[in-house]
Nanobody
Framework: QVQLVESGGGLVQAGGSLRLSCAAS????????MGWFRQAPGKERESVAA????????YYADSVKGRFTISRDNAKNTMDLQMNSPNPEDTAVYYC?????????????WGQGTLVTVSS
């Protein structure tokens, strides 16, 4: 059974830090590239960062480059997103998923996400 469980969200002040985690299971969990996405109120879901299975290639959206860091632990089937210096524009529900590298098309059903609220 495919399952994606995001955690670690909450309220954070602008300029602070927050670490999100994703627990993945069921889809040969460590066999594919994975990514973080977010959806702000009234906006479409967008890709934020992605990482290949080996971790050797990483993608960041321009809006988070230099502030967020993606990592994964294949032994634990987990993926993290370290959010440093967030700003109110980063407020959104964050999701993780397996992705097709390049297009970052999501491959599995979405989990419940984790809400990040950045106060100014």
């Amino acid at each position: 059974q495919v399952q994606l469980v995001e955690s670690g969200g909450g309220l954070v002040q602008a300029g602070g830090s927050l670490r999100l985690s994703c627990a993945a299971s069921g889809r040969a969990a460590n066999s594919s590239a994975m990514g973080w996405f977010r959806q702000a109120p009234g906006k479409e879901r967008e890709s934020v960062a992605a990482i290949t299975r080996s971790g050797s290639i990483i993608y960041y959206a321009d809006s988070v480059k230099g502030r967020f860091t993606i990592s994964r632990d294949n032994a634990k089937n987990t993926m993290d997103l370290q959010m440093n210096s967030p700003n109110p524009e980063d407020t959104a529900v964050y999701y993780c998923n397996w992705v097709v590298w390049g297009s970052f098309h999501a491959l599995a059903a979405w989990g419940q996400g984790t809400l990040v609220t950045v106060s100014s």
